[in-house]
């Protein structure tokens, strides 16, 4: 074996290690302030680096809520540089529904098993090991190379990279940056093959919608004002909203990747025929429309009381260019008559945000994907949740998710991984992902 096979073996082999102690750690994130406790991760990546001559900052936006950044200063200051945006912290998980423990990181039949073990630890693992590499060589990179292990992306990132980004936006270069997910592959009508990359993601318009009635007790319900019956008229409104869809470039080169004919192509194109992209129907009706989730509802404490008040929240995710004038409009229009009843309030917003099909970093992802497959189209695409990226693009950045599986390993099946009971990652995967990012790493560092 030559002696790039066997430095390559080795990385992989390091993020392999690294991915289950990551695991092993369990920094479960339910959104409250103290959970999460991704100290414990953070501690693990610095013992990882230990010795590496890597620039390590530690970030603490909460008691034990702890980003980590390591830095490898590069040797020429008018080179790019790159970012690498890893998450720590992972989703909680239903016990009962796990067919073993969830944070022991076993492998099995070449599978690597754990919550977090697609979202995003092993990317996060790979990410560790190539920066890593680069810290221990006897040359610098010509441009800085950071990783940053951040806590709190499942919540939104408010207690890690958006905390950073307004608290020390200093700390670490927000202009090149990677993350989450990419490099899936596409189910091509005629067995050919196309790579996924993403440049961008929704954006966010939560709301809670408030409607008051009477109280009282409950054996006396004739003549009430109920506030439960009217929050059921809302919830029955807004889930009949039914927004167009957004035929931008992103969706027309999308559907046309996936070679259908030409009568399903201009079905899926004008919004229709989902039916027709099987287990990936779901996600391209997200990538395609602003969604309105019905997520929550609240009404009532005692069931011999009723309730003066009730809301529902909804989870709204809007695409590029939609506003939050254009949503409340929208929400009003369904209200119809009720529109005045119903109190309308915001709770997180955030514009969606999206990253050019162009410009040095991507053309490095391009070149690194025909390294490894080389023939094969690449795909842009927007992510129907959110990541960190989003912070990068605010900051004048840009950002892309960025990964590598093998042909095997659709976008359908990357994305029934994520939050699954019985997660798992693919060994061949790690390897896949570590080996492209030390790739793109030199390609675009010289490092």
């Not at 009003?332 to 009720?338: D, F, H, P, Y």
């Amino acid at each position: 074996m030559s002696e790039t096979n066997d430095h390559d073996e080795q990385l992989t082999q390091d993020a392999v290690g690294l991915l289950k102690k990551l695991i092993r750690n369990a920094c479960v994130n339910d959104g409250t302030p103290n959970s999460g406790q991704e100290v414990r991760n953070a501690n693990t990546l610095e013992e990882f680096f230990a010795g590496s001559g890597a620039i390590v900052r530690r970030f603490e936006s909460h008691p034990g809520r702890v980003s980590i950044a390591f830095t490898v200063e590069g040797c020429d200051p008018d080179a790019e540089p790159l970012t690498l945006m890893g998450h720590t912290d992972v989703v909680p998980v239903d016990r009962p529904k796990w067919s073993m423990d969830p944070f022991a990181a076993e492998e099995i039949n070449g599978r690597i098993y754990g919550r977090g073990a697609t979202d995003m630890l092993y990317i996060t693992a790979a990410m560790a090991a190539v920066t890593r590499d680069v810290a221990r060589g006897s040359t610098a990179p010509r441009g800085t190379l950071t990783f940053v292990g951040l806590a709190d992306e499942e919540a939104r990132g408010g207690l890690g990279a958006g905390w950073i980004a307004e608290n020390d936006p200093e700390a670490f270069n927000w202009k090149n940056c990677l993350s989450e997910e990419g490099g899936s592959h596409l189910p091509v009508q005629d067995g050919s093959d196309a790579l996924i990359v993403v440049v961008g993601e929704k954006g966010a318009a939560q709301r809670r919608l408030v409607v008051h009635g009477d109280a009282g007790h409950g054996s006396t319900p004739y003549g009430r004002d109920l506030a439960v019956a009217r929050i059921a008229e809302v919830a029955r409104r807004v889930a009949a909203i039914d927004p167009p869809v957004r035929s931008d470039e992103l969706w027309e080169g999308y559907v046309k990747a996936f070679r259908f004919d030409p009568d399903t192509e201009k079905q899926l194109l004008g919004g229709e025929g989902y039916e027709n992209l099987g287990g990936l129907a779901r996600y391209s009706h997200a990538m395609s429309h602003l969604t309105i989730a019905p997520t929550v509802l609240r009404a009532g404490a005692a069931i011999n009381v009723f309730p003066s008040t009730a809301y529902l929240e909804l989870d709204i995710r809007p695409l590029p260019g939609h506003t939050q004038d254009e949503i409340d409009e929208m929400l009003r229009e369904a209200l119809g008559e009720l529109a005045g009843e119903v109190e309308i309030q915001h709770l997180i917003t955030e514009d969606a945000t999206v990253s050019p099909t162009f410009g040095p970093l991507y053309d490095a992802l391009l070149a690194t994907f025909q390294e490894f497959f080389p023939g094969t189209p690449v795909v842009p695409t927007i992510a129907a949740g959110g990541s960190d990226l989003r912070f990068a693009r605010a900051k004048g950045g840009v950002g892309y998710g960025f990964a590598l599986h093998s042909k095997e390993q659709t976008l359908g099946s990357v994305l029934n991984q994520l939050h699954s009971h019985d997660e798992y990652v693919e060994l061949a995967d790690v390897d896949l992902t570590t080996r492209a990012y030390r790739s793109l790493v030199r390609r675009f560092l010289g490092a």
